[in-house]
């Protein structure tokens, strides 16, 4: 069962844009943390973004300046805007939704790839 939904990844030259979005399904409930993770070949996956329920944002430093996490009113789908993307940024993007229950979800993954 797909419990979200994830889109928005491509393929983009060096310093060009691309926007991530993920939508979680309706049988989630109490969403707590919704960040963005992301995974090179090769390496593990890590941290790239998150928002908290109160809307505390928190990034890696890689990406400061460059992405923005964001929800929509309903806090049901989170956006990646990234910018000035780089070679190093790609990598599969995953997306993570995590509730007040302690439940873990995970995406299916969406691949971005910068030409440099």
């Known amino acids: 069962q797909v419990q979200q939904v994830e889109s928005g990844g491509g393929l983009v030259q060096v310093g060009g844009s691309l926007r991530l979005s993920c939508a979680a399904s309706?049988?989630?409930?109490?969403?707590?943390?919704m960040g963005w993770y992301r995974q090179a070949p090769g390496k593990q996956r890590d941290l790239v973004a998150l928002?908290?329920?109160?809307?505390?944002?928190t990034y890696t430093d890689s990406v400061k300046g460059r992405f923005t996490i964001s929800r929509d009113a309903a806090k049901t789908t989170v956006y990646l805007q990234m910018n000035s993307l780089k070679p190093e940024d790609t990598a599969v993007y995953y997306c993570r939704i995590t509730t007040t229950t302690a439940n873990d979800y995970w995406g299916q993954g969406t691949q971005v790839t910068v030409s440099s």
């Open positions: 928002i908290t329920r109160a809307g505390r944002t």
């Open positions: 309706r049988s989630i409930f109490s969403i707590d943390v």
